[in-house]
């Protein structure tokens, strides 16, 4: 809910699960580009001798699957403590 504070704890819980599934989701990224294309990803795509498509296309697949992975796996933290303090359903 905007606006909604959550206590420390909890934030720095989101903070560590989604830096965790970001790191994750990028090394898997890392080893599928490596398989589709044959070729490590760009390791600093701002390098000008990266074309620029491979560049793009790069940040636009890391990009997009790490936010959804953090996105999972913050809901995916959070859904205990939501269901503990919303009790049950009636």
Known sequence: MPGKRGDIGS???NGLVGA???YCMRKV??????????????????DPQ???GEAIAWALTVGAAVAVA?????????????RRLAGPAD
């Open 70 to 82: 953090r996105i999972m796996a913050i809901r995916a933290a959070g859904r205990p403590g939501e």
């Open 29 to 46: 990224m890392a080893f599928a580009w490596k398989k589709v294309t044959g070729k490590e990803p760009p390791g600093n795509p701002e």
């Open 20 to 22: 965790g599934a970001a």
């Open 50 to 52: 990266v074309a620029l």
């Open 11 to 13: 934030r720095a819980i």
